[in-house]
């Protein structure tokens, strides 16, 4: 078994923890206007302006099943989708709000179709809340709105009631965690108390108060007791979730020093929603290697798509899909159910290899970034290993220990060396696996 304890939270992480890999889907009127999910504050655009949105959206070619075969075939397990972003706008049928994708030429509750969809394919359903809120007439002006520069913001503000808010937000989780069956994962975006505006003393961040949090969080608990949640209200719940950048240590509890359940949430290219003319979309290496260097240090990966105001994912989506659906259908043994390497052996770890065990210990994972030619060296290995394969096809992979034959003059194999012979070409696989089968 796995040396590495986790610190134990309310929500259910153990089902979470084995599956690893996430769809994460950021859809809502901006993928309209194509340009970053924060389009309505970075480009200060007022609500008569944005409203068009609201009148032309019409996911026509909107096709779940769709999506969730693709997650599927990736290797994905579970999925998040935004029910409600920044802007505002509901992705479900809301009493609490006429700003909801019924009221436009959508015309259907589009959270019911993604729920029943993606569950068809077997997979855990998440919900995205976003806990900041541009388009509700309670929630302030403060120093992330698109109203921040009007000259009269001020005034705007003033009389708004963030209690009302709050339970807005109560209501609407309450709907979300009723009506749609069982859900797993509950990601609430996000708290940003710290940050106030110097110039204006009046436009304040929000936090944990701000949302009664934990009321929110109860409210939550009670309709599913077992969900997972995030960290993102400001209390402390399940989730940890690092942002666009790669963990490369175990992350753990800043106070406690513990092994915490994480999850790095990625994006495809530089935006979570969908953006038309942004650019830099990872390679298809990278986003394997995203997913093993993850894994290999004891996390989950949320990998995020951006589908278009159409309703389907751009070509680029599918091709980034379709590299993790190539890799993961031969490959995923060393991700589901796998961990950090035990520190023994993570400590042998070779130059240009990546680490990942099975939670049993009995097998380990050689990933193969830098593809050596035609051995690979192991030391202290020796009398470790029963047996030694592929993963992508099965194939042995014959190994000597201690005495090594294709040393030439003047080298001697040290203490406890296995080495493993390899084919001199590389398998057609992005990045190899070798199995280990561990006495
Ligand atoms: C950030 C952004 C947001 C995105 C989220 C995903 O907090 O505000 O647009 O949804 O990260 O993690």
């Given at each position: 078994m796995s040396s590495y304890v986790t610190r134990k939270t309310p929500g259910d992480t153990e089902w979470f923890r084995h599956d690893r890999f996430g769809m994460f889907i950021h859809w809502g009127l901006y993928s309209m206007p194509s340009r970053h999910e924060w389009v309505k504050t970075n480009e200060r655009i007022p609500e008569e302006k944005y409203d068009k949105y609201f009148k032309y959206f019409n996911p026509d070619l909107y096709d779940p099943k769709e999506w969730a075969r693709q997650a599927r075939a990736a290797g994905m397990k579970y999925v998040v989708l935004t029910t409600k972003h920044h802007e505002g706008f509901c992705m479900f049928d809301s009493q609490y709000t006429d700003y909801k994708c019924t009221n436009t030429p959508a015309g259907r509750d589009l959270v019911r179709e993604y729920v029943d969809a993606f569950r068809a394919e077997g997979l855990r359903i998440g919900f995205y809340y976003s806990l900041i809120d541009w388009h509700h007439p309670e929630f302030p002006i403060d120093n992330l709105h698109p109203r921040r520069d009007d000259p009269d913001a001020e005034e705007k503000s003033k009389g708004r009631d963030m209690k009302k808010y709050a339970e807005y937000m109560r209501n609407q989780v309450t709907e979300l965690l009723t009506n749609y069956?069982?859900?797993d994962i509950l990601w609430f975006d996000f708290s940003y108390s710290g940050n106030t505006n110097p110039n204006k003393p009046w436009m304040r961040g929000k936090g944990k108060d701000d949302w009664e949090a934990e009321e929110l969080i109860a409210t939550a608990r009670r309709l599913q007791p077992g969900i997972i949640i995030d960290n993102r209200t400001e209390i402390e719940q399940d989730l940890w979730t690092p942002e666009q950048y790669q963990p490369t240590a175990w992350v753990r509890h800043a106070e406690t020093g513990e092994l915490v359940t994480w999850e790095a949430c990625q994006t495809f290219?530089?935006?979570?929603?969908?953006?038309?003319?942004?650019?830099t979309w990872k390679s298809p290496e990278m986003l394997i290697q995203m997913l093993i260097n993850t894994v290999s240090v004891g996390g989950n990966l949320l990998m995020n798509v951006g589908p278009t105001s159409r309703g389907y994912l751009d070509y680029r989506a599918e091709a980034a899909l379709a590299a993790y659906a190539d890799w993961m259908k031969y490959n995923s043994r060393s991700i589901y159910g796998c961990t950090m390497a035990e520190p023994e052996l993570l400590a042998l770890c070779p130059n240009g290899c990546k680490f990942t065990q099975s939670e049993d210990g009995s097998r380990l994972y050689i990933h193969l970034y830098e593809y050596p030619f035609q051995y690979l060296e192991l030391q202290g290995f020796a009398g470790k290993v029963d047996y030694a394969q592929f993963l992508h096809d099965g194939s042995e992979l014959l190994f000597e220990e201690n005495?090594?034959?294709?040393?030439?003059?003047?080298r001697t194999a040290s203490d406890n060396m296995l080495v493993i012979k390899l084919p001199v070409v590389k398998p057609k696989t992005l990045v190899p696996v070798i199995e280990l089968m561990l006495k």
């Amino acid at each position: 078994m796995s040396s590495y304890v986790t610190r134990k939270t309310p929500g259910d992480t153990e089902w979470f923890r084995h599956d690893r890999f996430g769809m994460f889907i950021h859809w809502g009127l901006y993928s309209m206007p194509s340009r970053h999910e924060w389009v309505k504050t970075n480009e200060r655009i007022p609500e008569e302006k944005y409203d068009k949105y609201f009148k032309y959206f019409n996911p026509d070619l909107y096709d779940p099943k769709e999506w969730a075969r693709q997650a599927r075939a990736a290797g994905m397990k579970y999925v998040v989708l935004t029910t409600k972003h920044h802007e505002g706008f509901c992705m479900f049928d809301s009493q609490y709000t006429d700003y909801k994708c019924t009221n436009t030429p959508a015309g259907r509750d589009l959270v019911r179709e993604y729920v029943d969809a993606f569950r068809a394919e077997g997979l855990r359903i998440g919900f995205y809340y976003s806990l900041i809120d541009w388009h509700h007439p309670e929630f302030p002006i403060d120093n992330l709105h698109p109203r921040r520069d009007d000259p009269d913001a001020e005034e705007k503000s003033k009389g708004r009631d963030m209690k009302k808010y709050a339970e807005y937000m109560r209501n609407q989780v309450t709907e979300l965690l009723t009506n749609y069956g069982k859900i797993d994962i509950l990601w609430f975006d996000f708290s940003y108390s710290g940050n106030t505006n110097p110039n204006k003393p009046w436009m304040r961040g929000k936090g944990k108060d701000d949302w009664e949090a934990e009321e929110l969080i109860a409210t939550a608990r009670r309709l599913q007791p077992g969900i997972i949640i995030d960290n993102r209200t400001e209390i402390e719940q399940d989730l940890w979730t690092p942002e666009q950048y790669q963990p490369t240590a175990w992350v753990r509890h800043a106070e406690t020093g513990e092994l915490v359940t994480w999850e790095a949430c990625q994006t495809f290219s530089g935006s979570w929603g969908y953006y038309r003319d942004e650019m830099t979309w990872k390679s298809p290496e990278m986003l394997i290697q995203m997913l093993i260097n993850t894994v290999s240090v004891g996390g989950n990966l949320l990998m995020n798509v951006g589908p278009t105001s159409r309703g389907y994912l751009d070509y680029r989506a599918e091709a980034a899909l379709a590299a993790y659906a190539d890799w993961m259908k031969y490959n995923s043994r060393s991700i589901y159910g796998c961990t950090m390497a035990e520190p023994e052996l993570l400590a042998l770890c070779p130059n240009g290899c990546k680490f990942t065990q099975s939670e049993d210990g009995s097998r380990l994972y050689i990933h193969l970034y830098e593809y050596p030619f035609q051995y690979l060296e192991l030391q202290g290995f020796a009398g470790k290993v029963d047996y030694a394969q592929f993963l992508h096809d099965g194939s042995e992979l014959l190994f000597e220990e201690n005495k090594i034959s294709h040393f030439s003059e003047g080298r001697t194999a040290s203490d406890n060396m296995l080495v493993i012979k390899l084919p001199v070409v590389k398998p057609k696989t992005l990045v190899p696996v070798i199995e280990l089968m561990l006495k």
